[in-house]
């Protein structure tokens, strides 16, 4: 779990070297919020706005985003070099509203940033599909020659299947993906 330091005068988060070199937008989260509710920030006003887990049903939920604000940037903590050390920022997106051309990331000594936003609208969970229903279901259906059904088995691909419905009246098993 990454950890990180809050600078009140500049209005930076710097990611501890410490903690290696990955950070979550939920750990980012779960450390500002009891940040803002100290005595010793109130008179800076929010620090981020956080948003997204939306529930999605049995697909998962929508991604974390955190907007900083008031100037408030994520910084890694300066390296001695000559070497560069790469440290990424993933699970959700990370924007800001600054006087920085809205960039969210300050500038470190030997350190690249990359930031991995998540580029679509959800985070899915995996979801159990009845191969027999399912086929039946397609059978059923005439419209739809041509149809590639691909079922996916959790990253066990030697059991992944493609079905396609040739004619419209049966699915016709093909070699896994």
């Not at 955190?66 to 994520?74: A, F, K, Q």
């Not at 419209?143 to 493609?162: C, E, F, K, M, S």
């Amino acid at each position: 779990m990454a950890t990180f330091t809050f600078y009140k005068l500049t209005k930076l988060i710097e990611i501890d070297e410490a903690c290696g070199t990955q950070a979550t937008i939920q750990e980012f989260i779960c450390a500002i919020r009891p940040q803002e509710a100290l005595l010793c920030y109130m008179d800076l006003g929010r620090i981020m706005d956080g948003t997204g887990k939306d529930d999605l049903g049995a697909l998962g939920s929508t991604a974390p985003t955190l907007r900083l604000v008031n100037d408030w940037r994520i910084k890694a903590a300066d390296r001695c070099g000559p070497g560069y050390t790469t440290v990424t920022i993933l699970g959700g997106n990370l924007v800001a509203t600054n006087v920085y051309c809205d960039s969210p990331i300050a500038p470190s000594s030997f350190v690249t940033i990359v930031l991995s936003q998540a580029l679509s609208a959800s985070v899915s969970t995996a979801i159990e599909v009845d191969v027999a229903k399912t086929r039946r279901y397609l059978t059923n259906k005439k419209n739809i020659v041509g149809t590639t059904l691909n079922i996916r088995n959790d990253g066990d691909t030697a059991n992944d299947q493609t079905y396609t419905l040739d004619d419209g009246d049966s699915p016709k098993s093909q070699t896994p993906v």
